[in-house]
């Protein structure tokens, strides 16, 4: 069974972790002795155990699905660990929170991993290792079948096995068939085949930079909408607006915009005006997001 801090329920539930210390307090499960918190009898049957941290001393936590509402354990979805997520998709632990780090679920932190705002959504939970205190998520088990996971190795399976029908089939969106206006025709220094001369010097300004990234890639959401470019090492997403005297086109920035703004995903945003002079622009853009070029 795995147990949390009071901290981290209190996160659980939203509330201040000062309003649940006083609420477990009103509810006879702790007491305040000698500045610090205890447990009492009826606490301990309610489940609440202590630990010692080395660095921080003694402090109490409880199971991870206790119901302070009526001190009982409440049956919840299964939740599992990214070893065990791993193992179902046959690759590392380490590769597996790497590909939820580009889908935006969790972040990289000094003391591990910390999950976001979009990782939450998905019900993940954040705990904290009791020796180290070093972070780490869990997951419900229905992330197994969540839909913008299994586009990740169904996209895997396509690069190991291209061919021209299954890659038009990937990238094509429904919303005005642009990219089947706009095919993508020409090639980069790094090989991507982009649409106009624009993503050319864009493409080739990241490869220069020495930044690994993504063309079209896919953002981790319900919406089947895709970027112009992506870096994944700090979750960053790169738009380039080319036609925006074209209503169509207007519309569907706008579109975008929305949803970007929805999830709350790092966005740098580039025109006409940026491309005739794009080391004087871009590198100030990517610096905003901890991304130093030189």
């Given at each position: ?25 009103t ?12 447990l ?60 939820f ?37 869990l ?45 993508a ?58 036609m925006?005297?074209?209503p ?23 025109n ?21 070029v030189?």
């Open positions: 069974m795995e147990y949390i801090s009071t901290s981290s329920l209190a996160n659980e539930l939203d509330i201040k972790s000062s309003d649940l210390f006083d609420k477990l307090k509810l006879g499960w702790i007491e305040r002795k000698n500045d610090k918190w205890t009492t009898d009826i606490g301990e049957q309610k489940g609440g155990q202590t630990r010692n941290n080395p660095k921080f001393g003694e402090y109490i936590v409880w199971p991870e699905n206790i119901s302070i509402d009526n001190g009982q354990q409440n049956d919840k979805p299964k939740f599992l660990n990214a070893t065990t997520i791993g193992k179902h998709f046959d690759i590392s632990s380490q590769r597996l929170n790497l590909i780090s580009e889908l935006g679920w969790i972040e990289k932190d000094i003391s591990g991993w910390q999950i976001t705002k979009l990782g939450k959504g998905l019900g993940g939970r954040q705990f904290e290792h009791e020796t180290s205190g070093g972070t780490y998520v997951w419900p088990d229905n992330i197994l079948t969540n839909k913008n996971l299994a586009f990740v190795f169904k996209d895997v399976a396509i690069i190991e096995q291209p061919t021209p029908q299954i890659i038009k089939e990937v990238t094509i969106t429904n919303s005005d068939n642009f990219r089947e206006k706009f095919p025709t020409l090639r980069t220094k790094d090989g991507h085949m982009v649409r106009s001369r624009a993503e050319v010097i864009i493409d080739n300004a990241l490869y220069d930079y020495k930044l690994a990234h993504a063309y079209e890639r896919k953002l981790p959401i319900e919406e089947d909408l895709y970027s112009d470019f992506f870096i994944p090492t700090e979750n960053v997403y790169i738009e380039f607006w080319g925006e005297n074209d169509k086109y207007a519309e569907r920035k706008k579109v975008k915009l929305e949803i970007y703004k929805k999830y709350d995903f790092k966005l740098i945003e580039l006409d005006s940026d491309i005739s002079n794009l080391d004087d622009h871009l590198p100030k853009k990517l610096l905003k997001y901890g991304i130093k030189y």
